[in-house]
Structures are given as C-alpha cells and as structure tokens.
C-alpha cells in the first residue's frame, strides 16, 4: 500500500513538473479579429507593443493578467496612433527580462513575470 | 583521492570540449533574444562527512545566493557559463564561490528560460570562520527537474576537496532575456 502510495505520489510530481515547466500558453485576440490573409493598404511603419504576463508557477495553471489571450489590446491602440486600420507580418513572443528573473528568483520561482510582445506593420485600408 | 577528482574532472572537460553538445541555447535566435543569458540560484549545499557517504551523518554547510552569467557567440563549442555567489549557515563558515558551468544537456523553454538540463559545475570556496580561511575546489553535477517558469529544482552531487562528498539542492533560474 505504501509503495502504490510513493508511486502514485512520484508520478504526481512528474506530471506536474511536466505540465509547469514546459511554460505553455496561448496567443489569441479577445475580439476575434487575428486573423490570417493578404491585406492591401498603405504602409503606415511598424508597430511594438508589450504587456506583463504575470502568473503563479506557470502561466498555464494560475495566471495573473491574460495580455496573450487579449492580443487585440495591444495591437489596436498602435494601430490607432498610426492613423492605420490593419496589420501585417504579426510577430507574438513571450519571454522574460532582467527584472522578471530577479522577481522570480526572490520569490523561489513561485511569482512568474514575464511579458508578451507583439510587433508588426501598420496599414491602412 | 583527492587529485584523483580533479583529474576526473579535467578530464570530463575536455570531453564536454570534444563532443559536440546538444544545447537548444545555441540555436540561432538572436533576432528576438539576447545572446548573453543571465541566472540567479538558491544554492542549499550540505557535506555527508565522512564516508561511505550516509544520510545520519548529512549536514548543511551553506545556504548560497549564486549568479551566473554566458554568452551564447563567445562560448559557441562549449555552452560554459562563470558563476559566482555568498553563502551562509548557522554555526558554520561565511562562503564566498566562483567558478563555472556547464550544460551537458540543456532543453529551454518556447520563452528562452532554463526548462531541463543535465549540468557540470566546477567551484573554488573560500570559507571564512574565526578559525581562519579555508579555500576548497569542488567539481560537483546536478539534473534539473522544471517545476517553474524560469527553471526548477536541481538535484546533485559533487566532491569538495575540504568537505568530502557533497549534495546539492538547488533552485535554480536562467533565461535568455528578450529584446
């Protein structure tokens, strides 16, 4: 019984261990609107917006803010400030910085803080 | 016995040298993320003392704060990294380490962190007490087991020339910072 117990118990942690470490999250837009196709329009220069993805242990299990699944929000003002109603070459990454890694250091890993950055070209239609 | 160690571990250098690693930092990346990669460790390092090595007889020697710090062009045969910390225990001496790493085996994350790995550490101590000062070489090796974000838990072993056979627990971070 015990041994089914300590198995059972280093299979968990496994699982686990999988499931947080492997970091996994999703890129989406909260009204839809990333999309995939040729759009033709004016080119109105590039565009670089960011935002703090903050979780617990991983993004996957206890996130704190959601920029990755409200990509609109950071795409959108850009555009508007451009004067340009569209985008193209869309660039999503997500990754950490100095201060991200010092947060998560003092905190034992526990306090993930990272951000998600999307770039691309303005246009307008 | 001693000496022995060492030669081992020169020896396991120069094949790390030799043998092409398979380290997923060194994929061509740099257009988003930095070449050079930063980490910051929690470092519990403990002495079995004598041996055979037995748990009754394990202890503490040092809580450690560890940075670490390589660049991904410069040691572009050998993913090797310097690292350097302080560390402190009650009742034992104030420990001051420096020295290096490297990735035998490394997976990062999609966001450029330390995910899993197999690793090879090499560190010179100077352990301070009222006794006087002690300097130490300890080759020592960890596996990292992911369990957050930035890293995980490393476990490992090693042997400090002062100290005898060591063990390591390790919370250890490291990323590739985005541009």
Known sequence: ????????FVLLAVGMSLLVGSCATTFKAGNGKLSYGSINGTSRGSFENKANAISILSPYLFPITKPNEKLDELI???LAAKGANAAENIQ??????LLGLLISSVTGGFLNWGYVSVSGNALSR | MKSANVVSFLLCLMLCAVLPPRVSAEENKAEYWSSDFFGVSWELLGSFGSLPASLDTAQVDA???MATYG?????RLV???LRAGLGWWKARPFMASAGIEIALLELLSPARARMTGLYMFGDFHMRVSSMGVNFSFEPSARVL???????????????DTALGM???????????PLK
């Open chain 1, 1 to 8: 019984m015990k041994k089914r117990i300590s198995w059972a």
């Open chain 1, 76 to 78: 959108e003002p850009e």
């Open chain 1, 92 to 97: 999503i990454r997500y990754g950490f910085d």
């Open chain 2, 63 to 65: 809580l450690s704060l």
């Open chain 2, 71 to 75: 660049n991904a062009t410069i040691f």
């Open chain 2, 79 to 81: 993913p090797l990294r």
């Open chain 2, 145 to 159: 087991i992911p369990l957050h974000g930035m890293g995980g838990i490393a476990i490992g072993a090693g042997y």
């Open chain 2, 166 to 176: 060591t063990w390591h627990i390790e919370n250890m971070n490291g990323i590739y």
